[in-house]
Every structure is written in structure tokens, then in C-alpha cells.
């Protein structure tokens, strides 16, 4: 089995509206030191260790599915189990 | 500054709903191999150096606003740049 993590991320010019509602909270909870939050998916995978080319699948289930590569950037580790 | 990673992820004996309907999306595109899918947040805190402890801060911070304890687990990592 691999176990791929998938880190998707919104591109660093892009205003992150979520994050920022979690950054007033964050100081309105008496956290003024917070002073960016910047929120993504962390996306768990278990794929079949039959597969052939684990790094292609990968690659195109995250530009395909996982992330919007207009808005998103994504990373992603692959271990084998 | 502080960089903070967070991930937070559903309790594994919680059926993670998303990641079905992801999982089943990367099947009928073709991805037979993808056994399983869960989705998570992927949190980048930026905090401010001067904090005095920044490990309790972090602890707090994910206990009371980024996590929901009851369903979710959350792990963090931080860096000092």
C-alpha cells in the first residue's frame, strides 16, 4: 500500500478569505501574535501498491481532481508501506 | 516569525463523507487503484517572534478554534525562520 499525503494550497497572491475570518478570531481569543493563516486541504491517499507508475497517478489525481491549479498549488509525499 | 504548520484530520473511525465522493470521482476517472480518500485542513499560521511561548500558544490555538476535538485530530509542526 502507499500512503500518499496531498498538500493543497491556495496561490500566495491570492487573497484567502477563510483564513482571514480565522485570524480575527484567532485575535479576538487573545492571540494577537497570530499574524497570517492561510487555510488548505491536507488530503490523505491509500493507493494499491499493484500500481504501476504511482508518481503519474498522483500527479495527474492532484491537477486533475484534488487542486484547482488556476487558484491552488499542491505538494504531495508518497511513502510506501 | 514563527511558521506553524497544522494539519488537522477526521478521527479514523469517523466515515469520512468527502473523501467517498473523492474517492469514487478518482475511480470513475479511471483511478481503480485509490482505495481510500481522507480529506483534512492543512493550516499555515505566520506568528509573531516575539511571542513567549509559542508551543502553548499553538496548543490552545488548535484545541479551541482550529480543531473540533470531538471528531478531529491535529498535529502541528513549527519552525522558526
Given at each position: 500500500m502507499y500512503r500518499v499525503k496531498v498538500y493543497v494550497t491556495l496561490?500566495?497572491?491570492l487573497l484567502?478569505?477563510?483564513g482571514k475570518v480565522v485570524k480575527g478570531a484567532?485575535?479576538?481569543l487573545g492571540y494577537d501574535e497570530?499574524?497570517?493563516?492561510?487555510i488548505g486541504k491536507f488530503i490523505e491517499l491509500s493507493?494499491?501498491?499493484n500500481t504501476k507508475d504511482v508518481n503519474t497517478a498522483v500527479?495527474?489525481?492532484?491537477?486533475?481532481?484534488l487542486a484547482n491549479t488556476v487558484i491552488?498549488?499542491?505538494?504531495?509525499?508518497i511513502e510506501k508501506e
Open positions: 496561490k500566495p497572491s484567502d478569505a477563510q484567532a485575535v479576538n497570530v499574524e497570517n493563516v492561510r493507493i494499491n501498491e500527479e495527474e489525481l492532484c491537477s486533475k481532481l491552488e498549488n499542491y505538494k504531495y509525499e
